[in-house]
């Protein structure tokens, strides 16, 4: 079984300064690991992915985030955030990359950000 | 490119009841799944379908079903409605042939049962 911990509800942060936002899991087999946004009264929009290969991946709107197998982690950065950021973030894991993923996802993370 | 669309946005039941919604897969893809986002979680998959038949389910009773159709489209069907299932259903579509992991997200349905 797979699951996801997001060890922050939320997190504010003043316009222009740095961001990380954390996600651990948990798999017995070979995982793939996501980061979606979702903006108020909208759904899912995917911010990077990781499936292999290097394990810092860049995603839209400057995030990005790094892959750490031994501790389990796949934080999310970004180094000057503003104010459009303000959303809430998911961290999400899967076992298939084939179009036929089924994620399992984190409790999420509310990103606030001060002017 | 036309994406995700749900219908419809918002519906209020009562408990008992049924409901269904609908969702149109992004134009190429032929797999969708549905979720179940409770306020203030993250969404939980209820189970996916492909080329019209369920293709894996989450944790949920059979009180909750779906179709797929052979244009790819799909509806959730709800029966006897409890309180607990007022949430945000969201529809995603993929498609076998991308293999890159990304779900197509719709801005969903919201469900509220009284």
Redo the contacts between chains.
Sequence with gaps: AQS?T?LDSQVPVFEEAPVELRCNYSSSVSV?L?W?VQYP??????LL?Y?SGSTLVKGINGFEAEFNKSQTSFHLRKPSVHISDTAEY?C?V?DS????????????TRLTIIP | ETG?TQSPTHLIKTRGQQVTLRCSSQSGH??V?W?QQAL??????IF?Y?REEE??R?NFPPRFSGLQFPNYSSELNVNALELDDSALY?C?S??????????F????SRLTVL
């Excluded at chain 2, 997200?105 to 969903?108: A, D, P, Q, V």
Aim: zero cysteines; aromatic letters at 16%; glycine letters at 18%.
């Design positions: 996801v997001q793939y996501f979606y009264n909208q759904g899912l929009q995917l992915k499936l998911f999400a899967s990359v084939f179009g036929n993923e089924k994620l399992t996802f984190g409790t999420g | 995700v032929n797999t799944s979720y203030g979680q993250g969404p939980q998959f996916q492909y293709n894996g989450g969201l995603a993929s498609s076998q042939k991308q293999r890159n992991g990304e779900l997200f719709g801005e969903g």
